[in-house]
């Protein structure tokens, strides 16, 4: 299971399922010539932190083998967010999407109906046809 999840993780980096989130400044900070007062609201996009090709080196191509190592940084890779207010529900998204994944992969023969469907951002990345699959039940 730890290759399937170094899977679902790269995919969830390069199309993460929300766009960001509003932090508040807790003190004053000056940034590459801005000048950001306490309490102004700032905003976090987590789509470009986990692109950044500093962060990860062929940000755009998946590569589960990325996750094989040491934890990514904290604060690069934050699809369920970091720090004290990480998603709750983390555990419980990983447990349904591996169970999920071991279901398809297992008792399923599956292909895709429109092979290399284009998607578009619109703010999320968004297939145009909806990925439609055909799935075959195994015959054991």
């Given amino acids: 299971m730890k290759y399937s999840w170094n899977v ?6 390069i199309t993460p399922p929300i766009l960001g989130a509003y932090r508040e400044a807790i003190v004053d900070i000056y940034y590459e010539g801005y000048d950001i007062p306490k309490g102004w609201k700032l905003y976090w996009n987590t789509g470009l932190t986990s692109l950044d090709p500093e962060i990860f080196p062929n940000s755009w191509r998946l590569e589960p083998s990325s996750f094989e190592e040491d934890e990514p940084a904290p604060y690069t890779y934050i699809t369920f967010g970091d720090g004290p207010r990480m998603c709750l529900g983390k555990a419980f998204a990983r447990l349904e999407m591996l169970v999920f994944l071991h279901i398809l992969i297992r008792k399923f023969t599956w292909k ?6 284009k998607f578009i951002y619109d703010p999320m990345p968004t297939l145009l046809q909806g990925l439609p699959i055909s799935l075959q039940p195994h015959n054991y």
């Fill in 8 to 13: 679902i993780s790269e995919v969830m980096r």
């Fill in 112 to 117: 895709l109906l429109v092979p290399n469907e």
